[in-house]
């Protein structure tokens, strides 16, 4: 018998409220695998102990959530293709001796979007310029988005990442300010929101949207997980819209994470009624 069992887990700050912990243990249940999955408070002051702690120990792999998907990639020894060009980090991976860092936020939201539309050739405005406002992106420029407006307070990250999509992918990205109540041009197929805003216990809180501007032929998806039915998720169903709620793409990116560490291709319906479970 083996009682050394491999460690996986979370690095984030707060953590609390992230319900990773609960789909990925219950994939490990479901595929038989002894794993675990550790949800663990890391101030940013502390992220580099807390690297060189999982790897002393030994850990396969790990999530960084907020606020550690930028100032994590100091601490790795290299990092995947898409990354890279994304210049943040949500998945760790072990590799023999070393720690690449992976970016799977972009493309598990591309996985829940496509359940409802195919982002190619679509118009789409995107709320954020955060690492993972960054990841979906890139993602979706390269999937086959036409366009991609950035919406975000901070001119100078936004450009940021207007710069990037314009340098590295084939779409056409512009910036337009947030301030004020932002109302969503008409012509726009996807609006996706990619902050924190909404995010539990702020559960209360909403992006300054125009809501009369979104119409019913437009696709709304929000990232924020916890709760899932947001108010802007709410909103976009009042007025008709089709919507994406942030479990899809937590779902998606944990399949894809958890391909990563174990080579095990789980089951997403497993993992998203265990979130369901929750009651969130």
């Known amino acids: 018998m083996n009682f050394l069992l491999p460690l996986t887990g979370s690095f984030a700050q707060p953590a609390a409220e992230n319900p990773t912990v609960a789909m990925i243990e219950a994939a490990y249940r479901h595929h038989g695998l002894d794993w675990r999955y550790i949800n663990v408070e890391v101030s940013p002051d502390d992220l580099a102990d807390a690297v060189r702690g999982a790897r002393a120990m030994g850990w396969r792999g790990f999530n960084c959530s907020i606020p550690h998907k930028v100032a994590v990639i100091d601490h ?47 118009s789409v405005v995107l709320f954020g310029a955060g690492g993972a406002a960054r990841a979906v992106a890139v993602e979706m420029a390269l999937a086959g988005a036409t366009r991609i407006t950035v919406v975000n307070r901070s001119a100078e ?79 976009a169903k009042d007025r ?7 479990l899809g793409m937590l779902v998606q990116q944990g399949v894809i994470g958890v391909k990563y560490w174990t080579g095990v291709d789980v089951d997403p319906h497993v993992m998203r009624q265990a979130l369901l479970d929750l009651e969130l």
């Open 76 to 122: 790795l020894d290299g990092l995947g293709k898409s990354a890279e060009i994304i210049g943040a980090v949500n998945t760790i991976v072990r590799d023999g001796d070393r720690l690449i860092g992976e970016n799977t936020d972009g493309r598990g939201f591309v996985a829940a979007l496509k359940t409802v539309v195919d982002p190619a050739g679509k």
């Open 240 to 246: 008709g819209c089709k919507t994406v709620d942030g």
């Open 157 to 235: 990250r936004g450009r940021v990442v207007v710069d990037l999509l314009n340098d590295r992918t084939d779409t056409q990205a512009s910036y337009k300010s947030c301030e004020g109540t932002f109302v969503v041009p008409s012509g726009s197929d996807i609006v996706i929101h990619a902050t924190s805003v909404g995010l539990y216990p702020d559960v209360d809180a909403m992006p300054d949207i125009d809501t009369d501007s979104l119409t019913p032929e437009m696709v709304v998806a929000d990232g924020i997980h916890n709760p899932p039915l947001t108010r802007l998720i709410q909103a």
